[in-house]
């Protein structure tokens, strides 16, 4: 079937040590985004790519980066994470169309900072 | 800027019961309009969605909802729960356009008693 997949499911990493979430699709889907989701909490867009276009939400940190070397794989990086990075992390890509936006979401990866 | 307001946090109902979540969403333009559902331990699942056309859509499960324009709102609603429907529910907006960018509401958790 085709899907969204994320890896690793749950990523344990130290205070200030970079870590790296990814994501792949096998739904050949032109755009790829970044949600952070705290407990409790809406899931809120980091930023996206549209082909290798990337865009940045305006409030995204800059701890926050991103890359996308082909259409099926993206991810993101978090240069120092801090204790308040914790969260779950879930990427999403849906086709360009104008006027349709469903997204397909991975399972997500849950992030603990120590 | 665009914003979606889910005002039950925590719904708590009988199995059989009826089920109404609310959604509303702040935007003057033309918007699509979604709701994701997200079992426990599953990923986001879209449930259903409007684009155009009638505002009464149906989605998967018995789920439907109604687009009512003048209100800004898009309420969710079945007429009879199952336990199986437990779930953290999450009303979406996307504005026409800035068709990549979905804003979450922050989400109504539903637990269903057997």
């Known amino acids: 079937d085709a899907m969204v997949i994320q890896n690793p499911r749950y990523q344990v990493t130290q205070f200030g040590k970079p870590v790296t979430l990814s994501c792949s699709q096998t739904?050949?889907?032109?755009?790829m985004y970044w949600y952070q989701q705290k407990s409790s909490q809406a899931p809120k867009l980091l930023f996206h790519?549209?082909?290798?276009?990337?865009?940045n939400e305006a409030d995204t940190p800059d701890n926050f980066q991103s890359r996308r070397p082909n259409t099926s794989f993206c991810f993101l990086d978090i240069r120092s994470p801090g204790l308040g990075d914790a969260a779950m992390y879930l990427c999403?890509?849906?086709?360009?169309?104008?006027?349709?936006?469903?997204?397909?979401f991975g399972p997500g990866t849950r992030l603990t900072v120590l | 800027a665009q914003s979606v307001s889910q005002h039950n946090h925590h719904v708590i109902l009988s199995e059989a019961a009826s089920l109404e979540l609310g959604c509303n969403y702040s935007?003057?333009?033309?918007?699509?309009l979604f709701w994701y559902v997200q079992y426990p331990g599953q990923h986001l699942q879209l449930l259903l969605k409007?684009?155009?056309?009638?505002?009464l859509v149906k989605g998967i499960k018995g789920f439907e909802a109604e687009f009512i324009k003048s209100k800004f709102s898009f309420n969710l609603r079945k007429p009879s729960v199952q336990w199986s429907d437990t779930a953290e529910y999450f009303c979406?907006?996307?504005?026409?356009?800035?068709?990549?960018?979905?804003?979450f509401g922050s989400g109504t958790r539903l637990l269903v008693r057997p």
């Open positions: 999403a890509t849906s086709r360009a169309h104008l006027s349709y936006n469903e997204q397909f």
């Open positions: 739904l050949n889907h032109n755009v």
């Open positions: 790519y549209y082909d290798k276009d990337f865009n």
């Open positions: 935007y003057g333009g033309t918007v699509n």
């Open positions: 409007y684009f155009s056309g009638d505002p």
């Open positions: 979406a907006v996307n504005a026409r356009d800035s068709s990549y960018k979905l804003i």
